[in-house]
């Protein structure tokens, strides 16, 4: 049984060749469509919702937390952080400040 085709690439190597440059291409795909999470931190959450919506995040989740320092209905932070890479589609977790307790 003879495994090595004309030009001298045996079907195994192909399709691992033919693999690995598959793999390659989804990644650089799925890089691409990541972008940066826009920083929220002190706007109110209305404004950090549109500001998420601007940059293509729609599934954004409202945690809240006591927060002596920060007026109520001011993000205090995100998840992912901003300036990290992130799909659209992932959900964005905004942490809103109830106020002091």
Do not use: H, Q, W, Y
Not at 51 to 69: S, W
């Amino acid at each position: 049984m003879r495994m090595v085709e004309e030009g001298g690439f045996s079907k195994m190597k192909f399709r691992t060749i033919l693999l690995v440059t598959t793999l390659v291409l989804a990644m650089a795909c799925v890089a691409e469509n990541e972008v940066k999470v826009p920083r929220v931190e002190s706007l109110s959450l209305d404004e950090a919702r549109a500001r998420l919506a601007a940059a293509g995040f729609d599934d954004i989740e409202v945690e809240r937390a006591v927060n002596p320092e920060v007026a109520a209905g001011v993000v205090v932070s995100s998840r992912p952080e901003a300036g990290e890479s992130a799909s659209p589609g992932e959900a964005i977790i905004v942490t809103v400040s109830s106020g002091p307790e």
